[in-house]
């Protein structure tokens, strides 16, 4: 599976608390870039309401993602209460 960085997301990354990073980090860019799909890592959740838009819980973060094609584009990651401002 592609999976692809919007500048924002990593500019927010290194933004976010230190546990909180690094668990968003294992998840990016080992775990996602290995998955043969979203369903088999278990922790994707589909948005309602929404086609191809997806999110991930980590602590009180959530991370954006959005799947087009075969695809991935890791779009955002905000603390909850922001995040369903700016996503989708």
Do not use: C, W
Request: net charge positive.
């Amino acid at each position: 599976m592609q999976v692809n960085y919007n500048k924002k997301f990593l500019k927010q990354l290194a933004s976010l608390p230190s546990e909180t990073r690094t668990q968003v980090e294992q998840f990016v860019f080992d775990d996602l870039a290995s998955a043969a799909s979203l369903s088999s890592l278990g922790k994707v959740e589909k948005m309602q309401g929404y086609d191809g838009f997806y999110k991930v819980r980590f602590g009180n973060y959530r991370l954006g993602l959005m799947v087009d094609n075969n695809a991935v584009l890791v779009k955002t990651v905000m603390h909850r209460k922001e995040i369903y401002k700016f996503f989708p």
